[in-house]
């Protein structure tokens, strides 16, 4: 393996998911095409789980903050229901006011760059949250039950 190789390898993450986790954790806000690629793969990774695990949980808010409205969207684990012919379950960005029944309103990878932001610092927050969910519904110790505690930090 050439050197460039080797330059690569450390600087592309192979779990994407779980180095956007680290980085969040260690309160980094990670930006770029690193970021996008991380984002995407989580949104995946979450579809999966999700899809397994059959779990809600209603996370933290990330509506913007200069406006005090973090609680205006929020990470919402469910069944999802886009529109008349996509469903699915996974983790979206909802609106989260009473009136809206936690409407989707963009996939994780689809927010804007300060909302992006917020959502990175979030994501500790939610994972720990959806691992207690998850665990309270009896499924921590399945393999997708693992994956999320791999994920909040808690192995």
Not at 39 to 63: F, N, Q, S, Y
Not at 80 to 108: E, Q
């Amino acid at each position: 393996m050439s050197e460039t190789d080797q330059e690569k390898d450390r600087e592309t993450p192979e779990d994407l998911v779980l180095w956007l986790m680290r980085e969040a954790r260690a309160g980094n806000l990670p930006k770029g095409p690193e970021l996008d690629a991380a984002l995407t793969a989580l949104d995946e990774e979450m579809t999966r789980l999700a899809g397994t695990l059959k779990v809600e949980h209603l996370g933290p808010g990330v509506g913007m903050a200069d406006m005090k409205a973090e609680h205006v969207y929020r990470l919402v684990v469910r069944h999802h229901v886009w529109d008349t012919t996509t469903a699915g379950w996974g983790l979206k960005i909802c609106d989260g006011l009473d009136n809206n029944d936690l409407r989707p309103m963009w996939p994780v990878q689809g927010v804007g760059r300060l909302r992006r932001q917020q959502l990175v610092a979030a994501l500790p927050e939610f994972f720990r949250g959806y691992a207690a969910a998850v665990a309270a519904a009896g499924k921590a110790d399945t393999p997708a039950g693992r994956r999320v505690k791999e994920l909040a930090g808690l192995l």
